[in-house]
């Protein structure tokens, strides 16, 4: 048989993902989320409006599923819209914004040490700082870290901030979202690398069972704007699900099963 016409591979999904065909996929997760948000639709109200399952629902609008044509057809209708609507991008001004830090660095490697500064915080480090475990309780009068530690950082909060936008997007209420993160640094075959990110999340959410949790959180993990930015490094997510009424969480350890059972 011939080579099936590119529009249809693009609705199919088969084969790898050129950067043309991806790009036509988020414009069209886009669409959907728009479209959505001025509806005024939970992902419960567009599940059966259309037949597709929510999770199905929450993936297109992230990009993370090519639809059928039977479903991009349904969708159209549904939003009354022309399908093609749906797979052309809007002109859109897009506002750029530039986050800045900076560093200092005195002597070798090995034995020198360095400052990093951002918004006025200040940073010291060296070696020994980024080749030892972190203590988040230390009491050391003087802030030292390492640049391992600012991504950990930053990934944590992107994820917890993204989370819960996406939480709200698929219909449900987020109360509070902490999320610890761990970078691993290891002695490799290339030097020193960032082998493994490690997100440990407690999220206090209102009727939300933990399977839809893991499956909204775990995207997430993978499509948040720190998250993109760090793709060459392997992202692993444990999540918990607390109640909205009871959540208590604790400064450098998850929540357990008695700290909820005695907040209230």
């Known amino acids: 048989m011939g080579e099936k016409p590119r ?40 599940a059966r409006a259309t037949g597709l399952s929510e999770v199905h629902l929450f993936r297109l609008e992230q990009g993370e599923r090519t639809p059928s044509i039977r479903a991009l057809l349904t969708l159209a209708s549904v939003y009354g819209v022309d399908p093609a609507r749906l797979l052309t991008p809007t002109s859109v001004s ?4 530039g986050h800045r830090g900076g560093a200092s660095w005195e002597g ?3 034995s020198g040490s360095g400052r990093m500064v951002i918004r006025g915080a200040s940073f010291s480090y060296d070696a020994e700082s ?50 610890r993160a761990e970078v691993l640094l290891a002695l490799t075959t290339n030097g ?3 082998t493994e990110i490690r997100l440990d999340c407690d999220s206090a959410v209102e009727d939300i069972d933990q399977e839809t949790l893991d499956e909204i959180a775990h995207i997430t993990s993978r499509t948040c704007v720190v998250s993109r930015a760090l793709m060459a ?32």
């Open 192 to 194: 020193y690398s960032i």
């Open 130 to 179: 980024r080749l030892s475990d972190s203590d988040p309780d230390s009491d050391d009068r003087e802030a030292r870290g390492s640049p391992e530690e600012l991504i950990a950082t930053a990934l944590a909060g992107c994820f917890s901030m993204s989370l819960a936008d996406r939480l709200e997007l698929a219909g449900f209420e987020p109360h509070r979202i902490e999320t």
């Open 7 to 46: 529009n249809e591979q693009l609705l199919t999904g088969l084969g790898p993902t050129p950067p043309e065909i991806q790009g036509s996929l988020e414009t069209l997760a886009e669409a959907l989320r728009v479209l959505r948000a001025k509806r005024g639709f939970r992902l419960t109200d567009l």
């Open 233 to 264: 490094v392997p992202v692993s997510l444990n999540i918990r699900l607390v109640l909205p009424t009871s959540y208590r969480f604790a400064r450098s350890a998850p929540a357990t099963a008695a700290d909820l059972s005695d907040g209230g």
């Open 94 to 97: 897009r506002r750029i914004t």
């Open 108 to 110: 070798r490697e090995r």
